[in-house]
């Protein structure tokens, strides 16, 4: 039954990615790739790609270590302090389990309402790290949980202290995990739409900033299908659906071939 399952939505998947190829794969031409987009069609998805990198790595930067901060308290500190911590734990799971709109809408009301920032790359940002710390927190405490205690047991025995474990042996051994975790991560966020919407915007500007409108590939798609205006929609909505695609399969490859080589090389160190 499972077997059955899974074929089914391997079938699905490749009849979705199979049409996306034959509208879109004749499109992705250089100037498609860094030209700048047209709205009555015939441009490029630059700015785009630009601003999708942009945001999510800078995401990534903040989140990733807030996360690991997070998760490197609950895993080595907690236990001996001997109180658990419910209101970060109900934080965690109402940010991870509530629809990314209403996180979006949330940061609009704080950074433009009451702050005054345009809805803008920046802002956009702010709501990216807010709907992706819980899932950093998630991903280290994983990875922090696949080390051995009898890792943490020896370095303490030597002397260490809690923070020299988790700094000198909790992290190293379990940084292919992290780094995997951190690819997929990426992905989860770099097809984000709906927040970026309202935050960063649906449009992009033609001298870049941290305070200009901030479209990502995955809103383009979304403006293309629904108010774009060029006779060739469909087709530019999968070309750049496929340059998503494209993205975010190599990001996961080489975040899956670097934990691999961490992963060797930490057996090795043993």
């Known amino acids: 039954m499972a077997a059955g399952l899974g074929l089914v ?33 015939g441009g490029g998805i630059g700015p785009e790609l630009l601003n999708t990198l942009v945001m999510v790595g800078a995401t990534l930067m903040v989140t990733a270590p807030l996360g690991l901060l997070v998760a490197i308290f609950q895993r080595e500190y907690r236990p001996a302090w001997g109180r658990p911590l419910p209101a970060i734990n109900r934080l965690q799971a109402t940010l991870l389990s509530a629809p990314t709109i209403v996180v979006a809408l949330v940061v609009y009301r704080v950074a433009v309402g009451w702050w005054h920032w345009p809805v803008s790359i920046l802002t956009g940002c702010v709501a990216l790290a807010v709907i992706n710390w819980p899932f ?9 949980a696949s080390v051995p205690d009898r890792y ?15 700094w000198k042996v909790s992290i190293p051994a379990s940084l292919h995990v992290l780094v995997e975790g951190w690819g997929l991560g990426f992905a989860r966020l770099a097809g984000e739409s709906a927040a970026l919407i309202v935050t960063a915007g649906v449009n ?8 200009g409108p901030g479209e990502t590939l995955a809103v383009h798609i979304w403006y293309i299908r629904t108010e774009g205006l060029a006779l060739n929609r469909d087709a530019e909505a999968a070309a750049t659906g ?7 399969t190599a990001v996961i490859w080489l975040s899956e071939r670097l934990a691999r080589v961490l992963r060797v090389s930490g057996e090795n160190r043993e």
Do not use: C, K
């Not at 260490?160 to 474990?165: G, S």
């Not at 340059?243 to 975010?248: H, K, N």
């Open 9 to 41: 939505a391997a079938l699905l998947f490749l009849a979705i990615v199979g049409n996306l190829l034959r509208e879109g794969l004749f499109g992705l031409t250089w100037h498609f790739w860094v030209g700048y987009p047209n709205r009555l069609g």
């Open 136 to 144: 950093m927190i998630l991903v280290a405490d994983q990875a922090l």
């Open 152 to 166: 943490r047991l020896a370095s303490r025995a030597l002397g260490a202290t809690r923070f020299e474990t988790a």
């Open 204 to 211: 992009v500007s033609r001298h870049w900033s941290f305070w």
């Open 242 to 248: 496929i340059a998503l695609m494209l993205l975010i």
